[in-house]
């Protein structure tokens, strides 16, 4: 059981992920917060450049889970739920309209990016340990423009606070849902938490694998964390990585 996870605070460094990766093949075990008031070279899925601007938040969290390869992915859903909790928590109570979760880990504010999550996993052959890296950015104080999608900042929702007191909030979500994940024997409730935090069934969407684009309806998680998309000719895609674009802005509910 996880309780408090110890942190490491970084001046400036390439990304927090590259860090706690090499720390880890110098030996660290983790659980670890790798934390870093300025990365020059931080990363978001894909490859694209994270902007990382002081002020904001920028952690990547080292663990060796005892759980299977096949379902580290998992940890991905895990943090958005997190994440979500967490700015509600900085937001004492008060309503943060149009705070919801985009799939696979993308927290929203509006329809705007507020916060993004990078996950990366090594194993060995012959060896039982996983290691996972949760790297987490959450646009605290200020945000990118002119990315060709929209952005946004917990500032400019009225949520005043430092990087060091959202690490807090997020370190303590973390913690208590790694708890109910159980190395995925608890993946249902980490499934039902992020589908009361995401949009409703039917919402459109898009999906970019790369290979190809697919649109059509939103249905549902599958019991590993799939994405279940029914497109116009009623074909029943499971996908398990891209990117989604949201087709119009949603009406949902406050705080979720």
């Known amino acids: 059981m996880i309780n408090a996870i110890p942190s490491v605070l970084l001046d400036t460094v390439t990304s927090t992920n590259a860090v706690a990766l090499d720390m880890a093949a110098a030996g660290e075990a983790g659980p670890l917060w790798v934390v870093a008031r300025h990365q020059t070279g931080g990363r978001g899925r894909n490859g694209r450049h994270w902007a990382s601007a002081p002020g904001n938040l920028y952690a990547s969290l080292l663990l060796r889970p005892a759980c299977p390869l096949a379902i580290v992915h998992q940890l991905s859903l895990l943090a958005a739920v997190a994440v979500g909790e967490a700015i509600r928590a ?8 149009g705070l919801r979760l985009k799939w696979p880990n993308d927290v929203l504010i509006g329809g705007a990016k507020c916060a993004g999550i990078l996950p990366e996993s090594r194993s060995r052959v012959g060896d039982a340990t996983i290691l996972a890296v949760i790297g987490i950015g959450i646009n605290v104080a200020t945000h990118p ?61 898009t999906v970019h694998t790369g290979a190809k684009e697919i649109s059509g309806s939103f249905v549902d998680l599958d019991a590993g964390g799939a994405l279940l998309l029914r497109d116009a000719s009623g074909v029943l895609h499971t996908l398990t990585f891209g990117d989604v674009s949201l087709a119009a802005p949603l009406s949902v509910r406050d705080g979720a």
Do not use: N, Y
């Open 90 to 97: 900085a937001a004492r109570g008060a309503p943060i309209p």
């Open 145 to 205: 423009s002119g990315l060709g999608r929209a952005a946004t900042d917990l500032a400019a929702h009225g949520l005043r606070l430092t990087p060091e007191a959202m690490l807090a909030r997020v370190s303590e979500a973390v913690a208590r849902w790694l708890v109910a994940w159980d190395c995925g024997a608890g993946f249902a409730r980490v499934r039902a938490g992020w589908l009361e935090a995401a949009g409703e069934a039917g919402e459109r969407l």
